[in-house]
Nanobody, 124 residues
């Protein structure tokens, strides 16, 4: 079992940047594929990005390609989401999640562990 804690959210103007972090504890972090999801007000939870156990494979939703970068540091048990050129439509609560699958997968149903979320608000 793994516990996840996100940080790094906040309020930023359109065009700005934020870096989210997700610290993991309780199990061997490198055994898990990791993902970031987001939920805007009144909407469902959507896939944003995922990374394989080694970091060698990543996947992104089309709307963030070229702007967001997912990475991980297995020595620090942490996964990151660097968000650049932020847009108001990126406003949401961002969640990190861990799956027993070691691949980078966008399928939310396979993620067994979730953090509590961190709010990202982008003003226009």
């Amino acid at each position: 079992q793994v516990q996840l804690v996100e940080s790094g959210g906040g309020l930023v103007q359109a065009g700005g940047s934020l870096r989210l972090s997700c610290a993991a504890s309780g199990s061997t972090f490198s055994r898990y594929g990791m993902g970031w999801f987001r939920q805007a007000p009144g909407k469902g939870r959507d896939f944003v990005a995922a990374i394989s156990w080694s970091g060698g494979s990543t996947s992104y939703v089309d709307s963030v390609k070229g702007r967001f970068t997912i990475s991980r540091d297995n020595a620090k048990n942490t996964v990151y989401l660097q968000m650049n050129s932020l847009k108001p439509e990126d406003t949401a609560v961002y969640y990190c999640a861990a799956t027993h699958l070691t691949i980078a997968t966008l399928q939310s149903s396979v993620y067994a562990y979730w953090g509590q979320g961190t709010q990202v608000t982008v003003s226009s």
